[in-house]
């Protein structure tokens, strides 16, 4: 992918005197690899671990139509496919029980180089254990953490996560848009190589929250984690490409020789400053949960909040949030500020993207004045490190409040791959 120097020089502002300086390196953890619950830190402080890939988690629902979230599994194998950002030598999981009913009972896990569809490449099939078992208990509202497993992976490879359930789950924790294929078989079939017994498959993940690598980049903060909604999220890319704005981000870094931890902490239709049943919990709740706890993060670009401005109007999905003034939404971004900046973490705000023609844009207006301040906000005030403005990067020149064309995946709100590659390219590798 080229870089446009142009979009680079519209698309970023620092703000003055502040720069995204790389943290110093982190010492060398004695014992990372044993089984462990996750813990709200935000650098896992001497851990030689970095995130590999990273999904935020959220209750079961169906918002978008059938999934397998409220009837949850029994005697099923799940293989999900991801693919990492950095590589190295060693592997573990993250798994999520959050938002389950009771405890979850993992039979079994594998990681594999992904082949194919459901298929994973001959003889890179390793059994993850838990605490030295490869069966693993997580209570309801836990997380666990695998052993680490030798397993060589580079950056930008794609690797095979195999669950095995045979006990029935209950409803699941999950993540609803993955803009990826998972895979369903009944019975045990987690050290299967090729795909034939994954007789269905959805388009969302499950239980499985991140995957991260060690033994590959030296242990230091250079992290980056991506927080925000729908556009966070990869709502309007082609599936199974990879083409999520993080995602360009990440190849833009590899393509420079130097791979780093990106991750993925977007929701679609979160708000920094409401609940919403089928869209997770606010941004400000869960950010420690989500954000703090990846190892060694440090850096975290923050874009969201058009959801809390256009989320109390007719027709969005589920039920009518409470109306969010500009405001509140300033004051739910300077709690995030706030939360990063207690753990050392560094900060990008994020301008909200235009939404003139889709269905945030109310006949009135209010939603584009709301817009118009918040951003107005972001690139002015000086509470964030730094600034990327996302709405001069994919705006019509000709008509500002409306994305470009070129830029559209046609609803008017999200853009196409082609306009979350424009947006990675606006993020400085350097100041990063």
């Known amino acids: 992918?080229?870089?446009?120097?142009?979009?680079?020089?519209?698309?970023?502002?620092?703000?003055?005197?502040?720069?995204?300086?790389?943290?110093?390196?982190?010492?060398?953890?004695?014992?990372?690899?044993?089984?462990?619950?996750?813990?709200?830190?935000?650098?896992?402080?001497?851990s030689p671990w970095h995130g590999g890939w990273a999904t935020s988690p959220q209750m079961p629902s169906a918002p978008f139509g059938p999934n397998w979230s409220q009837s949850g599994f029994a005697n099923h194998t799940v293989r999900q496919v991801v693919r990492v950002t950095t590589g190295g030598a060693k592997a573990r999981i993250e798994l999520s029980n959050r938002y389950g009913?009771?405890?979850?009972?993992?039979?079994?896990?594998?990681?594999?180089?992904?082949?194919?569809?459901?298929?994973?490449?001959?003889?890179?099939?390793?059994?993850?254990?838990?605490?030295?078992?490869?069966?693993?208990?997580?209570?309801?509202?836990?997380?666990?953490?695998s052993d680490g497993a030798p397993f060589t992976v580079r950056a930008l490879e794609s690797v095979t996560v195999t669950l095995y359930l045979a006990e029935p789950t209950g409803p699941a924790t999950f993540?609803?848009?993955?803009?990826?294929?998972?895979?369903?078989?009944?019975?045990?079939?987690?050290?299967?190589?090729?795909?034939?017994?994954?007789?269905?498959?959805?388009?969302?993940?499950?239980?499985?929250?991140?995957?991260?690598?060690?033994?590959?980049?030296?242990?230091?903060?250079?992290?980056i984690v991506t927080f925000g909604d729908s556009i966070t999220d990869g709502v309007g890319s082609a599936a199974n490409a990879d083409n999520r704005y993080p995602d360009e981000l990440a190849e833009r870094f590899a393509a420079a020789g130097r791979p780093r931890s990106v991750l993925n902490h977007g929701i679609a239709g979160n708000q920094v400053t409401n609940d919403w049943s089928w869209a997770g919990e606010k941004g400000v709740?869960?950010?420690?949960?989500?954000?703090?706890?990846?190892?060694?993060?440090?850096?975290?670009?923050?874009?969201?909040?058009?959801?809390d401005i256009g989320g109390s109007g007719a027709g969005v999905p589920g039920q009518p949030?409470?109306?969010?003034?500009?405001?509140?939404?300033?004051?739910?971004?300077?709690?995030?500020?706030?939360?990063?900046?207690?753990?050392?973490?560094?900060?990008?705000?994020?301008?909200?993207t235009p939404i003139k023609g889709s269905f945030y844009d109310d006949?009135?207006?209010?939603?584009?004045?709301?817009?118009?301040?918040?951003?107005a906000w972001v690139r002015t005030s000086g509470a964030y490190d730094a600034v990327v403005d996302f709405d001069r990067v994919v705006r019509d020149p000709q008509d500002p409040d409306r994305i470009l064309p070129a830029y559209d995946s046609k609803d008017h709100i999200h853009p196409n791959d082609a306009g979350y590659r424009a947006m990675a390219a606006a993020l400085d590798l350097d100041e990063l």
Do not use: C
């Open 101 to 145: 009913t009771g405890p979850l009972r993992i039979t079994g896990a594998t990681v594999a180089l992904t082949d194919k569809g459901a298929s994973v490449k001959a003889g890179t099939v390793r059994h993850l254990t838990f605490g030295k078992g490869r069966s693993v208990t997580i209570p309801a509202g836990g997380s666990v953490r």
């Open 321 to 352: 949030t409470p109306e969010v003034s500009v405001e509140r939404l300033i004051a739910g971004h300077r709690a995030l500020i706030r939360q990063a900046h207690a753990k050392g973490i560094k900060v990008v705000g994020a301008t909200l």
């Open 1 to 46: 992918m080229s870089t446009s120097s142009t979009l680079q020089r519209a698309g970023i502002a620092l703000v003055a005197g502040l720069t995204l300086a790389t943290l110093p390196h982190a010492a060398t953890a004695t014992a990372a690899d044993t089984a462990t619950t996750a813990t709200t830190s935000a650098a896992h402080k001497g």
């Open 285 to 307: 709740k869960r950010f420690s949960e989500d954000v703090l706890s990846e190892p060694n993060v440090g850096t975290v670009i923050v874009l969201e909040g058009i959801n």
């Open 175 to 223: 993540h609803t848009f993955s803009s990826a294929t998972s895979y369903r078989a009944d019975g045990d079939h987690r050290a299967d190589r090729d795909g034939a017994a994954f007789t269905e498959s959805g388009d969302s993940w499950y239980f499985l929250t991140g995957v991260e690598v060690a033994g590959g980049a030296p242990a230091r903060r250079d992290g």
């Open 363 to 375: 006949a009135q207006k209010v939603n584009e004045a709301k817009r118009d301040a918040f951003n």
